[in-house]
């Protein structure tokens, strides 16, 4: 099958018979236009396909979108809006418990505000209820204070629950309009 003068070639370079199985590969594929035989006898040859050699062999990978994929896109949305929700109402809850917290501190610390004036004009002896009153105000305070933080973070959880609950609403309407590509008997 060989021509000889192909061997005498071989015998007089004095070529490695790597070397030759790969120069015989690329004698052959240019004849034969098929890339996937140089890369089946050397691995370290790589040509890129241009799209009208592509084998006929390829797998194409078809992805369509079945009536159940969009109802579980919705059903993943609608729990991202419950969460949502969940977290908006708890968030407004601790706003107003907050707001309620920092007005009995205000009241409080109204009182102990003036025990602690009427003590720096002397008018007042200072007292260990007088102080107790002040400290109380001031863990009220701090308490109101806390109370407002948590209240801030889970809006902000909130917000990023609507966001994401937002995004997967637009995934299921994509994923819809998909359907009625791939499906458009299911339009009727």
Known sequence: FVHPSYTSAVTMMKLQPSTVVLLFSVLL??????????????PQIRISRSPHLRSPFAVTKLRVTTEEDVIALLKESEKLADEALRL??????LSSLAEEMADHAASSSEGASEYLSGVADTQVALSLSGVADTQVAM???LDAGSALENAILLAEEADLAEGMAEK???EVEEAFEKHLIDFPEADE
Do not use: G, T, Y
């Open 139 to 141: 863990n009220a305070s």
């Open 29 to 42: 594929s240019s004849l034969l236009q098929c890339p996937h035989f140089i890369s089946a006898f050397s």
């Open 168 to 170: 997967a609403l637009k």
């Open 88 to 93: 908006r109402k708890e968030a407004e809850a």
